[in-house]
């Protein structure tokens, strides 16, 4: 089973990976200090960098079997969750207020929230792989399927 949360836990990391890649594309960094509900800087980069932090634990966990490691990656896991679904709460409330419309080419990323550029099935699919990946890690710190 540690072997599927590792898989999960990577496919994951991509969908993620995409979404901040299209965030930095469209100008997420320098709309931190605009006004109103967005992804701010500090938490999109705080979620990534302790799920990477995490991902790498979880590498050494599999390689180790050090029941430390998987725990310390799951409350990492746990931590990158909660921040993930903050970040879902203000997509979801911007999808919610502002019509979202194809930005013509040449627009800039003072267009919107560049976080409103994420495809929704990157979205749906990262969530649901996170979610996947969290309960895996935990049954497995748990020793179940061992």
Same mark, same amino acid.
């Given at each position: ?7 999960t836990?990577?496919?994951t990391a %991509?969908?993620?990976?995409?979404m901040l %890649?299209?965030w930095?594309?469209? %100008?997420?960094?320098?709309q ?7 992804? /701010? ?5 705080g ?6 932090? %995490? ?7 599999v ?18 969750a909660l ?11 911007? /999808?919610? /207020?502002?019509?979202?419309v ?13 976080e ?10 990262h ?18 399927g061992?």
């Open positions: 089973m540690k072997w599927v949360a590792l898989v836990w990577v496919l %991509g969908g993620g990976f995409v %890649g299209l930095l594309k469209h %100008g997420g960094m320098q931190g200090d605009e006004p109103g509900d967005r992804i /701010r800087p500090a938490r999109i980069l979620h990534f960098g302790l799920a990477a932090t %995490g991902l790498v634990l979880w590498i050494i966990y390689a180790s079997d050090s029941d430390a490691l998987a725990w310390i990656a799951f409350v990492l896991l746990a931590i990158v921040m993930g679904f903050s970040m879902l709460a203000i997509w979801l409330r911007q /999808r919610s /207020r502002e019509p979202i194809a930005a013509p080419a040449g627009v800039g990323p003072g267009d919107g929230p560049a409103q550029r994420f495809p929704v099935p990157i979205v749906a699919g969530g649901l792989l996170a979610a996947t990946t969290l309960v895996l890690v935990l049954l497995v710190a748990l020793g179940v061992d």
